[in-house]
Nanobody, 119 residues
């Protein structure tokens, strides 16, 4: 069974930092690209950052330079380091694992972790 379990969310002041972590099932980690998405109230879920099995990364323009995604293939974890946080970063953050086979995309999601940036 595929499982993604997030941790590390919480309340932080503007300008502060948080590190989110996602633990994935060993059975998928080696063949799935990983990513972090977020969804703020009343808004669509959006990509924050993604990392391929080979380590190539991609970031949303809104977080580029402030966030770093990394994966540890030995521990089956993917982390998102977030610095210089802004109130507009407030959202539920979801860990994602995805793989494309031909024209079909397979996605798995974690349960989400709340990040609130407020003074």
């Amino acid at each position: 069974q595929v499982q993604l379990v997030e941790s590390g969310g919480g309340l932080v002041q503007p300008g502060g930092s948080l590190r989110l972590s996602c633990a994935a099932s060993k059975s998928i980690f080696s063949i799935y690209a990983m990513g972090w998405y977020r969804q703020a109230p009343g808004k669509q879920r959006e990509l924050v950052a993604a990392i391929t099995t080979g380590g190539s990364t991609n970031y949303a323009a809104s977080v580029k330079g402030r966030c770093t995604i990394s994966r540890d293939n030995a521990k089956n974890t993917v982390d998102l380091q977030m610095d210089s946080l802004k109130p507009e970063d407030t959202a539920v953050y979801y860990c994602n694992a995805h793989r494309e086979v031909g024209m079909v995309r397979y996605d798995y999601w974690g349960q989400g972790t709340q990040v609130t940036v407020s003074s």
